[in-house]
């Protein structure tokens, strides 16, 4: 039997979580939260927006109406930057009802022993009383600096450090929210976006750092985190708006795992508004960009990962990724023990039953 599934948002993430719960044959849609009101009553098809027909499902923002339908998990993709606090309410609810989450929204939970104490024990007590399982993942933080750099580890010999980037242009990403105003692009170079206070990196990517060294069994002294930015000589239109002359159009940041007192897992990236911003900052084999794992050692491994949505967009790629690495880990969260996952818990997930034939 399909598991069934509530979508939770619809927005960048949701719209394509929408599109591959209606197409992966091990799972059933049944119901649709939306926040807004102009989307209540919208069929999941016109939502997801790739042109198919019509679903019969229709979207809600009544919440109470959606979980009443009796569904084994919930996607829950709501946008978390700007509003913590009502996410986690959201999704101790959800948990507490008895139904299982995949998540792509309050990105420290991808690896909950190193998060926020206070929103794991909130979390972890609304699993206990709904007997439900919680996973938090998507591309980064997620798949790309969790779990695919420690299934190259498994090939070394010896282990001197590790370097994983995130290496974009968002000039394609409609989302000003997230590079507006947590992000700060856009803004005086003197401007301190959410993402830049201090501790604001290690809490959203230190928990990454700290997977990984779980992974491999190392203790870490402590995190760090630091950052540059780059001022734009002219002004650059992007899907979200436009990047004023002299206003951040790059962002260069690391979160280090230091270990002896050296950086030895560092979790970077390189963010531009512009193919033209920061020339001197590290750059992708593929112009558009991608992810890059590097791990010094015996044998010295690289690897590139690039992503591109089928009408050619590396930021939709991603979006997707973000999307399916969860849809395609709701088996493994249903059959998990109550409580919170990570990438380490649940063992391999694969693009079960999606290969295409014919």
């Not at 849609?29 to 499902?57: C, M, N, W």
Request: proline share 8%.
């Amino acid at each position: 039997m399909p598991h069934r599934v509530i979508q939770w948002g619809t927005g960048n993430v949701g719209k394509f979580a929408l599109a591959g719960i209606l197409d992966h044959p091990d799972l059933e849609l049944v119901a649709v939260v939306v926040h807004s009101p102009t989307k209540a009553g919208l069929d999941a098809a016109e939502l997801a927006g790739d042109g198919r027909g019509p679903t019969g499902i229709v979207a809600t923002t009544d919440t109470d109406t959606a979980l009443a339908t009796a569904a084994d998990c919930v996607c829950y993709t709501a946008t978390a930057d700007l509003r913590p606090f009502e996410a986690i309410n959201d999704l101790c609810r959800i948990l507490e009802s008895g139904t299982n989450v995949v998540s792509s929204s309050v990105v420290p939970l991808c690896y909950p022993p190193a998060a926020e104490p206070s929103m794991v024990e909130r979390l972890g007590e609304a699993c206990r009383r709904g007997q439900s399982s919680f996973f938090t993942s998507g591309i980064d933080p997620g798949f790309a600096n969790d779990v695919l750099p420690l299934l190259l580890t498994g090939i070394s010999r010896r282990i001197d450090r590790i370097r994983v980037q995130e290496i974009l242009n968002y000039d394609t990403y409609d989302q000003p929210t997230v590079l507006f105003g947590t992000m700060g692009f856009g803004k005086p170079m003197d401007h301190l976006p959410l993402l830049l206070v201090p501790g604001a990196l290690r809490f959203a990517w230190g928990p990454i750092v700290a997977a990984i060294a779980a992974g491999l069994d190392a203790d870490l002294d402590e995190i760090r985190e630091e950052y540059e930015r780059w001022e734009a000589p002219q002004r650059y239109d992007t899907a979200a708006g436009p990047i004023e002359k002299g206003t951040m159009a790059a962002l260069r940041f690391e979160v280090q795992g230091i270990i002896d007192g050296e950086p030895r897992i560092v979790v970077e990236h390189v963010t531009r508004m512009h193919d033209d911003a920061a020339p001197h900052w590290p750059r992708a084999n593929n112009p558009q960009g991608g992810y890059r794992i590097t791990i010094d050692g015996e044998p010295s491994i690289a690897v590139d990962l690039e992503i591109t949505a089928p009408n050619g967009d590396h930021n939709d790629g991603g979006l997707i990724v973000t999307a399916q690495r969860i849809i395609n880990a709701i088996p493994h969260v249903v059959a998990a023990p109550p409580g919170l996952c990570n990438a380490l818990d649940l063992g391999l997930i694969t693009g079960r039953h999606l290969l295409t034939t014919g």
